[in-house]
């Protein structure tokens, strides 16, 4: 693969996941299949160009925190994960529990007062699983001891950087108001151990549609969730789950930047494309002969633009 344009091809690629709410047997309100969700993102994940490093999960990993979701979580993604090579990071959400999440998924028996927060290094990149859930709560919230933890892992800086996954998104959330009872607490004290650090974005998930932000100085990227839309639109709801536009977000690293882009996970019928052949051909071009094919407009590519094949 050569780039194409001005830029290098990225550093470093990770596939953002949230919020899959898997329930050990049952569908979700009795009408999400919350399994076929998932492996429809995995799946999208494995047609990729260009494979994820990385798959991380920012929380609510099982709806009612079952150990037999845990298990099913596991046996959906990590064959896929493999599939690609990506390594999979998982992080504690407001519906997930401690205990069983740490067993099931780590092989480790906690009790519910040990926070789950976690390091892994991805070719550099530093990646920090922070746990922001509280026992019999929704909302979310940092102690003094896990604020103390991050600021000693965040003093020497990584090769690449940092990126913080949490599942309570420090931002506000306008779109749906209700959520803002449940947000995460005291962020001004996150934001006072972030500042000036290497971390180049904080991820997370909790409010069931793709929305940006910064804080501290440092990108906020939320993505969606594989499970349900909360609708941002809804007419005379407070709050409207619907079983469509469900997405992932995939992240893109360049030296200087981070690109976010959302994926839908549901598949649509194309109406109008080329195989992808076509870009064998391409690549065999002179840069020259490679932009005026692709940009003049009186190009066969785009005179041609119905065609499927």
């Known amino acids: 693969m050569i780039p194409l344009g001005q830029y290098p091809l990225p550093t470093h690629v990770v596939a953002h996941v949230s919020d899959p709410h898997l329930l050990a047997e ?28 990385a798959i991380v999960f920012t929380g609510d990993l099982a709806d009612r925190a079952e150990p037999k979701a845990y ?13 690609i090579g990506a390594e999979v990071v998982w992080v504690m959400g407001n519906h997930d529990e401690r205990e069983p999440y740490a067993r099931e998924l780590f092989g480790e028996e906690v009790t519910e007062d040990v926070t789950q927060d976690r390091v892994h290094d991805v070719s550099g990149l530093r990646v920090i699983s922070l746990d922001t859930s509280v026992p019999g709560y929704h909302h979310g919230e940092i102690s003094p001891a896990q604020l103390a933890w991050l600021a000693d892992q965040l003093a020497s800086p990584a090769e690449h950087g940092t990126l913080l996954a949490m599942h309570h998104p420090p931002i506000p959330v306008p779109m749906v108001r209700a959520a803002e009872i449940i947000e995460l607490q005291d962020q001004h004290l996150l934001a006072e151990v972030i500042e000036g ?70 598949d649509a019928e194309e109406k109008a494309g080329y195989s992808s052949e076509l870009m064998e051909q391409i690549e065999a071009l002179p840069p020259a002969e490679r932009h005026e094919l692709l940009s003049a407009k009186d190009s066969p590519v785009w005179v041609h633009e119905n065609a499927l094949d």
């Not at 298990?71 to 599939?83: C, H, N, S, W, Y």
């Open 197 to 266: 650090t290497d971390v180049r974005g904080v991820i997370a998930g909790h409010i069931h549609f793709s929305s940006y932000s910064t804080f501290a100085g440092v990108p906020v990227s939320v993505a969606s969730s594989t499970c349900y839309l909360a609708d941002p639109a809804p007419v005379g709801r407070l709050l409207s789950a619907v079983d469509g536009h469900q997405s992932v977000t995939m992240m893109h690293f360049y030296d200087d930047r981070v690109v976010h882009s959302v994926v839908p996970v549901p």
């Open 26 to 53: 049952r569908r979700l309100y009795g009408a999400i299949d919350t399994h076929e969700t998932l492996r429809g993102a995995m799946s999208r994940l494995g047609r990729l160009e260009i494979p994820p490093q």
């Open 71 to 83: 298990v099913k979580l596991r046996e959906i993604v990590e064959p896929a994960a493999d599939a």
